[in-house]
């Protein structure tokens, strides 16, 4: 046989397996729902889900801008109905897939240059100082919101995303999941005698219980976060109480124990958060062009996580106008965030992405009625404090397994792209290389110095290099758009080595009647948002 491979393959010869529009194997797309009973406990299961982002980044900002637990709750409370606002808009108005829309970490590092700025350290008193720190959070997230309107409502973003294929987005989507690793076992070791129980148990209920016994009703694959987070919970809680952690260090009683979070006492009971709380906007030029970067980073992060979503949810491949639209509501989404104060913008939540791929359920209906939780318990505050004090190292366990997920997602476009050529083999690696060593880079020297490689007296400037470099997806989606665009485009062979005749089929989701039916918009409203 010739050294080339490029004989016929013998009949008896183990056949590839063929490339799927829409992922198989899924029990609930779209647009079918589960039973009500099923559709509210796996509702509930995403709101404890997006708990952990909404929690933790008002815990490490809050303190750090003057605020108490008091402030803390406020915020807690003031991100859940944001979140469940957006998360309905997104489903009902923008990419209409089963996406939940809550806080960002692509957002803190703007946020932490913010608080550090000098003009606020003549406040004496911590709760005023913290005010007007949120005041000018919510200025730049005001003007930052703008950005990601302008390019999703005007189209622009649809002109970007025609030019993405199947072998660009396999970098872009994978580091959305596996870019976020530093939040998945580190948080479990900081607990590891609570962490590394929940990881565990939620491998052991999530894939093996399922085989063990065959039920037929999915119990365990489906509601193993419930499962999971409730035995480690009460285990956490019973080392709590039987002193296990006495006389133990300040930072472990503070991950380990279930009685630090300082939620329970400090969130009133009922209390609707309302725009502008915190009193009027200020506005700074450079800040809010820091947020301006910012808000364009978390752009390209959820269009990867839009992506995982799609195909996570059985549809077929998101047309870029649906994207394009997905991208102005998100934008709409952090001018909300600016207009409430939730000390940070919006983005796709990646945790959440990675429960429809645990669940196999990619209903809509589930992630609307997710979003009904998250408005509800951000109202009667007390109630919703207590979910929202489970131990962080639960929270990285659970991480751990659904960013696995989410990146697998993005190795999962690798069947309509040609392994075999060697411009697949050259944009993959050099952009999944670039993707997390450029980011290495400017972190561990941000770990190392205190700030990062960009480090001019203006520090809004500083924040518009270092962030960006900073973001594994960002990096290698980049890379590997422009490889992908620009390497050898005249030969014809090209587009079906990079997958593109597979997405070129749904550049519209007029005519097709699957896309129809999972991204048209209710009421009628087509008509005001052309696909084209």
Known sequence: MAGGGGAPAKADEPQPHPPKDQ??????CITSPPPWPEAILLGFQHYLVMLGT???IPTALVPQMGGGNEEKAKVIQTLLLVAGLNTLLQTLFGTRLPAVIGGSYTFVPTTISIILAGRFTDTADPIERFKRIMRAIQGSLIIASTLQIVLGFSGLWRNVTRFLSPLSAVPLVALVGFGLYELGFPGVAKCVEIGLPELVILVVISQ???HVLRSGKHVFDRFAVIFAVAIVWVYAHLLTVGGAYKGTPPRTQASCRTDRAGLIDAA?????PYPFQWGAPSFDAGEAFAMMMASFVALVESSGAFIAVYRYASATPLPPSVLSRGVGWQG???????????????????????????????SRRVVQISAGFMIF??????????FASIPQPIVAALYCLFFAYVGAGGLSFLQFCNLNSFRTK????????LGLSVPQYFNEYTAINGYGPVHTGARWFNDMVNVPFSSEPFVAGCVAFFLDNTLHKKDGGIRKDRGKHWWDKFKSFKGDTRSEEFYSLPFNLNKYFPSV
């Open 23 to 28: 992922l198989p194997n899924i029990y609930y």
């Open 54 to 56: 909404t929690v933790l």
């Open 208 to 210: 093996y219980m399922p």
């Open 268 to 272: 009133p009971w009922i209390r609707v």
């Open 332 to 362: 709409v989404g952090i001018l909300l965030s600016g207009l409430f104060g939730t000390v940070n913008g919006s983005s796709v939540s990646i945790e959440n992405a990675g429960l429809l791929a645990l669940t196999r359920v990619g």
């Open 377 to 386: 318990f951000s109202i009667l505050g007390k109630f919703g404090a207590v």
């Open 426 to 433: 050259f944009i993959l690696g050099f952009s999944f290389f």
